[in-house]
């Protein structure tokens, strides 16, 4: 982290458990909004989706800045030109876990610093970014979960290979919708909208360490509506590349079945707070 105290950043409170980082804040920390786009190994995706990004950040008048959170990314993902203006800190993870460590990590920072919300949207070029005002607009308006649709009425899925529609239109959400009694239809989307409120509650107790892989998407659909939250959906565009390529960590049959079983273990309950976690995240709250 810079030594200028002009760059300095609020710590995070030691009751949240967060991975191992480092903190590079490239100018101050002014906005009252985080967008939080964890990435590694996206160059040219992720430099191509943060062009498409100023002008819509630049609409909203500062009042929401980027922060990256680099899970060891190797290529040319942080290049300084290729992160331009939008992005204000670069958090690099050097602990152990993968997006879900990542997520919580930029939350928590964000948090710190005072954000009032919270977005989160994939850094593979995959979201719409025209869906950021929306996302926000639902959040102003009072809801504390805002989930990005492809499949809501105005959202677009564009060209989403089949096998990944049908396993969130005939597995995924459904499972979730049983178990959270919410009407989800998009789960496995990651553009979403979150108030402080939610995020520092000690019912869900977010800033834990068992949130690791993807479980913490999952956990957060089936928990928020049950704590009594106001979730809504909107609608989003989220487009897979022309070439055919799906831009996705998610490889095999072995990391589906990972995928089952931290869905499995969300809708079951598996990851909610002990009254002792529920103490200690009320510390920080």
Not at 154 to 181: C, F, M, N, Q
């Amino acid at each position: 982290m810079s030594s200028d105290p002009v760059l300095s950043s609020a710590a995070i409170p030691g009751a949240w458990d967060v991975p191992a980082h480092r903190v590079e804040l490239r100018r101050p920390w002014t906005a009252p909004v985080a967008l939080v786009i964890p990435v590694i190994n996206e160059e040219a995706k992720l430099h191509a989706q943060l062009r498409r990004l100023d002008p819509v950040l630049d609409s909203l008048g500062g009042r929401v800045q980027v922060v990256l959170v680099d899970g060891g990314s190797t290529d040319g993902t942080l290049r300084p030109d290729g992160l331009g203006e939008t992005v204000a800190v670069v958090l690099h993870k050097t602990g152990a876990g993968g997006l879900s460590a990542q997520l919580r990590l930029g939350m928590a920072w964000a948090l710190a610093q005072g954000a009032e919300a919270v977005l989160t949207m994939d850094g593979n070029g995959k979201d719409g970014v025209e869906g950021v005002p929306r996302i926000l607009a639902a959040l102003d308006a009072g809801f504390d979960m805002v989930q990005g649709s492809r499949f809501v009425a105005g959202g677009e899925a564009v060209r989403t290979p089949k096998d990944r529609e049908w396993a969130v239109k005939l597995i995924h959400a459904p499972a979730i919708r049983l178990a959270s009694g919410f009407g989800w239809t998009d789960t496995t989307n990651g553009f979403r909208g979150h108030s402080a409120r939610l995020l520092r509650s000690p019912d869900l107790a977010i800033f834990r360490d068992c949130f690791a892989r993807y479980n913490l998407h999952y956990y957060m659909s089936v928990e928020a509506p049950r704590a009594g939250f106001r979730c809504v959906e909107v609608p989003v565009r989220r487009a897979y590349p022309e070439d055919g390529s799906v831009p996705s960590k998610i490889r095999g049959w072995r990391g589906k079945a990972a995928i089952l079983e931290e869905l499995g273990k969300a809708c079951l309950g598996v990851w909610r707070p002990t009254a002792a976690e529920r103490a200690r995240a009320a510390q920080a709250a």
